[in-house]
C-alpha cells in the first residue's frame, strides 16, 4: 500500500551515549567526555530526523537525566521519552513534558514473549500511567508485540498510539521465518487501524530490512536507533539519518 505523506523518522540516539558510557561512566559531565549527545542530537536533526527518541533507563546505563534536560531544549525538538510504567518515571516525564512518552519494559515481569510491554497482563498499571501523561498533554505510545490481545488491551487503556516490536522480524531477516514475521506485523497493523490506533515500529530496523517494513499498511512512525548510530561512524550522524530519510521519503 503507498501512503500519501512520509512516514516519520525517530532516531534513537541511546547508543551514542552508550559509546559515551563506555569510558565515562561516572564522569559524563566531564568536559571531556565524548561523544556529545546533545550535538550528535542537532546533527541528526540536521540530518532530517523528524523526532528524536531516548530511552531513560531505571539503571540509567546509557542516557542520563542531564542529556534529557539538555536534549528537551533543543529549540523546536520532538521528544520521544521511553521509559518503564513506573511511578518514579511518571513523575520524571510529568515534570519534563516531552511531546511523546512510549512506554516499553524493563523488568522480566513486564514482558511478553514478544518482548513488548504486557499491557493486557497489567491493564489496571498501564491505564493509570497512560491516564496520567495524557492528561498533562503527551501523546502516549505502547510497545508492544504484533498480537492481537497486546493491541487490544492497547485500546482498553486508552493509548492512542501503539509502537510495534518489529525484533522478531529483525531477527528472522533473510530466513525463511522472515515472511511469515512480516505477516504477522501486517495483521497487526491493520487491526490497530481498524481499531482507530496510530501505528508505529521499531526495534532492529536497518538499510537492508527498512524495505520490507515499508511494505506494511498505515505506518505513521518508525524509531530506529542502532543501525543509524552504526552508520554515522563511517558517514557522521548527519548522512546516516539523511540517507534513512530518502528510503521513507521514497515511499510516500
Ligand atoms: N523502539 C523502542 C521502543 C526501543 O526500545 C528501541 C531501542 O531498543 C528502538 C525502537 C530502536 O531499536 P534499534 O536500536 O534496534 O533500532
Redesign the pocket.
Known sequence: MTTSRPILLGV?I??AATLRQARYRGAHQSPHAEPDVVAFTRDALAGGADGI?L?LREDRRHIQDADVHAIAAIPGIRLNL?MACTSAMTSFALQLRPAAV?L?PESREEVTTEGGLDVAGQLARVRETTQALKSAGIEVSL?IGPDAPQIEAAVAVGAPVI?LHTGAFANAWKSPAAEAELARLRVACEQAHRLGLIVNA????NYDNIRAILTLPHLHEL?????IVARALFTGIRGAVSEMKSHLTQKA
Not at 524509531?223 to 543501525?227: D, L, P, Q, V, Y
Open positions: 534513537n541511546d547508543h527518541t530511552h521511553e512510549c516499553v510497545f509502537e521499531g526495534h532492529g530496523i524509531n530506529i536507533g542502532h543501525s
